[in-house]
């Protein structure tokens, strides 16, 4: 699976739109990106994924770059209970299970 | 409807003693996959089981097994316990397995475990 790089941490405020990026240059065709997140002591809890194309669903927007290298998800009107560890995962789940392979993630803190 | 649950939710256990952890997936679900958290760290892959069939495994050692029941609830099993076992132990179900689909995987609650 592609290796995936995010920043440690970021801050947001509440109401605006929180952009979390996630960069995975080496990233092969049939590789799809995953996001994820884990609010404390939480199991971690699907958000979106995503292929080539744009996706939105009723938590977040995923923007992929035409190269694929990066992605970028959106949360819209970020609100306190956004605050999470929010984790990009890229696989094609081959080599045996559908593992997914979680990296140490953005830590998300959204602030009054 | 209902999650993934797992059972314990708490568990202490000491070094040497064996432990067995327990999922239901969500209804219809035919794939359980386990994690290990340690803290500080992301989850890490440990099994994943698809029709009471072992479909993957992590890098851990025979200490760790599982197995999947008919009903597609799962069991995990820790022998001779190290003190570097004390983890959060996550269960996740999906609808399937394989590269056909892309099988988003819905996680549990956790297990904490700690060993002492």
């Known amino acids: 699976d592609a290796k995936t790089t995010q920043p440690t941490s970021m801050d947001c405020a509440e109401g605006r739109a929180a952009n979390l990026p996630c960069n995975h240059s080496?990233?092969?065709?049939?590789?799809?990106v995953y996001w994820y997140r884990q609010i404390h002591s939480q199991g971690p809890q699907y958000i979106i994924h995503?292929?080539?194309n744009n996706e939105t669903n009723e938590m977040a927007s995923l923007i992929i770059t035409e190269d694929r290298k990066s992605s970028t998800l959106i949360l819209p009107h970020a609100t306190l209970r956004d605050t999470a560890v929010y984790y990009c995962?890229?696989?094609?789940?081959?080599?045996?299970?559908?593992?997914?392979?979680f990296g140490t993630g953005t830590q998300l803190k959204v602030e009054l | 409807d209902a999650g993934v649950t797992q059972s314990p939710t708490h568990l202490i256990k000491t070094r040497g003693q064996h432990v067995t952890l327990r999922c239901s997936p969500i209804?219809?679900?035919?794939?359980v996959s386990w994690y290990q958290q340690v803290l500080g760290q992301g989850p890490q892959f440990i099994f994943q089981?698809?029709?009471?069939?072992?479909?993957g495994r992590g890098n851990f050692p025979d200490r760790f097994s599982a197995r999947q029941f008919p009903n597609y609830s799962s069991e995990l099993n820790v022998n001779a316990l190290l003190l570097g076992d004390s983890a959060l132990y996550l269960c996740?179900?999906?609808?399937?397995?394989?590269?056909?689909?892309?099988?988003?995987?819905?996680f549990g609650p956790g297990t904490r475990l700690t060993v002492t």
């Open positions: 996740a179900s999906s609808l399937g397995w394989g590269t056909s689909g892309t099988y988003e995987q819905y």
């Open positions: 080496t990233i092969s065709g049939n590789e799809y």
């Open positions: 995503g292929l080539k």
């Open positions: 995962i890229v696989s094609n789940f081959t080599g045996g299970g559908n593992k997914l392979t």
């Open positions: 209804s219809g679900h035919k794939s």
């Open positions: 089981y698809y029709e009471k069939e072992e479909r």
